[in-house]
Every structure is written in C-alpha cells, then in structure tokens.
C-alpha cells in the first residue's frame, strides 16, 4: 500500500531514492556510446579516468552498482576460505545475502563497535582471534575492509588518523585493504579531507553514484592497473559487463561535475531533522549530531510499534524506513528543507495524537 503511494511521500527512505534530474537526463540523452565490454565506451572511459583521477589511483571500473564493486574486490584480493576482518555492521555482512560466502568463499571476522568505525587495536585483535590456535590451521586472514561513510552505524565518517592507524596496522599485518566508499563523497564533503587522502590509505576503494550523488545507475572501482585488469576479469565472471553503457556513465559525470558539493545541503537537512526531532517528546534521536546525511531515532517511547508509526507516517505524507531496530531518515537531493520541516511536523502530530499515548501511561488525555 505504501508503495503505490510511494510517488507522493517525501522520500527519506533511502538517499537511492533520489530521481534523476531534467539537466542530467538531458546529459544522458546525449552521450556518446560505445560497447563497454570491448572498452570501447567513450564516456565510460571518461569517467573511469576521472574517478582514477579523483581517488588518486592507477586505473578504476566501470560497474553496474556498488555490491559487484564489493563481491569482484574481495574475490581479487582473496583466495576461498582465507579471512576478511569487516566491521560487524557493515554493508557486506549485513546487506548484501552473503553474498561473498558465495562469490569468494570466504570466512568473515567480524569485529563490533558502538559508531563503525574500529580502532588499530581491535584490528589486531581480530587478527589474534583468527590465530588463536597455535597451529597452521587457524583461518588466514587476508583482507580488511573498511566503510567510508558507515551506513548501519548512521552514515559515521572515519576520520583520517583512525583510518591511517588501521592501514598502517594491517600493512604492518601483511593484509590488504578494500573500501566500501559508497558515501566516500558524502565524508569528504563533511571533514574537507580529499577523496585521494582517504583513497590512499587502502588498496581498493569504490563510490556509488546511486546514493546521494543521484544518478540512476552506476558504482566506480579503483586500484592499481594489476588489480584493475583482474577486476575487469571478474566482473565479466559476474555478468557485468556492458554495452552502451555511457548512456548510464553521463549521468555520473554529471554528478561529479554538479553534486557533489550539494550534499553539504544533505547534511545540513539531516543535522535540522535531528534538531527539530529532539524536541518532541517521546522520540528518542539515537544520532542526535548527524555526521552526513543519516538520522537513526526511536519513537518507542510514543508507546506504538515502528511499523504503526511508519505507517502514520506514510499517511501523513512521509515515507521513512526501519533499520537496526530504529527509523532511519535518509537525506538526498530530492528532499528540501521545507520537506525537512514537513516531516518534522507530521512526527509532532504522532506524537500529539492520542493513539500515541496509551503507551505512556496515559499521562495525556486523550481528546
Ligand atoms: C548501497 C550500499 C552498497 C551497495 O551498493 P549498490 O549500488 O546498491 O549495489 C554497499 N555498501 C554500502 C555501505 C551501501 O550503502
């Protein structure tokens, strides 16, 4: 029900909702194409160029979105059942079906923090977890993969020293690393740390253009040439490969070259969602200083489950979803300030309303 209705609600399920603007359809109309598979897409190659270029790295790939990005760098860097040290949350062990048990049969060590982001310490102790026997047969790791912003976390940045410590610490491990740079952008936007800076600290790294950077398709792998040209072998092996696909890659460039420094106003939208979310009662806003685009809060205190609450929320206008036990708000270019406010709004007269109350103890009559 909520789907069909999906069109009319201001859209913060997800910063993939986001639709493609009238100036960047116009770029896509007008993209020179070629066959992708053959290397042959003059503006795929443009813009593979400039993400090698803005990630500082010898080579990057063109996919068709960010979990191939994540199944074809693991399946490079990694041999069946070595390890892959991952923050417990992130995307890989969490979102996407298991999908690198199947791709690259691997066996992953999680390691659990309270914002995402896991210290040089608890790297190395995970590490010593995978060599607790003192025998040949512990699982070897091989890989650590960091998430750069963290989604499950509530779109948290690692900051560059706490990245630099981990990279060091694993290098010093004799292990490679991999980012999930979904919202790679989204973090250097926030701290005005360059792409390349963060980028540099590990072997492979990706963005997606289908998040807050808005276009309708499309994730950019980047590395060394050597790791480039196996990747290019496995995202073959995984059915990416291409044909015309530059009528997708012109809508990334033209988000490199018009979104990027909007998100700025995501961010802004998120921190004013997380304000104004404070001061209703009973709403609990677990992120209460948005890093980027993110707010996680609880409304159990309203006294009505979270289905029932998005549920109220969808009729009043605003579609929201439920992640790890909260509502998370996605901000993204398709939702203004005055949606902010509406949304706000809509969760004051939730929490106003009687059905609201009866949780409470009925400290409020009902009227
Ligand atoms: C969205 C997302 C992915 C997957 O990207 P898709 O383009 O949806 O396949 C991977 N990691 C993180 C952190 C994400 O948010």
Partial sequence: MIAERADKLIPLISDTESKPTPAMRVAIANAEVGDEQR???????????????????????????GTMCNFVAIKVHTQPADAVIAEAMSHIIRAESAGVAFSSRVLVEPIATDHGIFTAAQMREAVARLKTVGTPYGPPPKLVCVEQTHNFAGGTVWPLDALAAVSNAARAEGLTLHMDGARLLNACVATGVAAAD????????????????????????????????EARRYKHVFAGAMRQAGIAAAGCLYALDHHVDRLADDHANARRLAEGLATIPGIEVITSVPETNMVYFDPSALGISHAAFLDHLANRGVRMGQVRGAIRAVTHLDVSTADIDAAIQAIRAIAEAPHAQSGRGGTRSGY
Avoid: M
Avoid at 40 to 65: I, S
């Fill in 198 to 229: 963060y980028a540099a600290l590990v072997d492979s790294v990706w963005i997606d253009f289908t998040k807050g950077l808005g276009a309708p398709i499309g994730a950019v792998l980047a590395g060394s040439k050597a790791f480039i040209a």
């Fill in 39 to 65: 290397g042959e897409d003059p503006t795929v190659n443009r813009l593979q160029a400039r993400v090698a270029e803005l990630l500082g790295k010898e080579a990057a790939l063109w996919f068709p979105g």
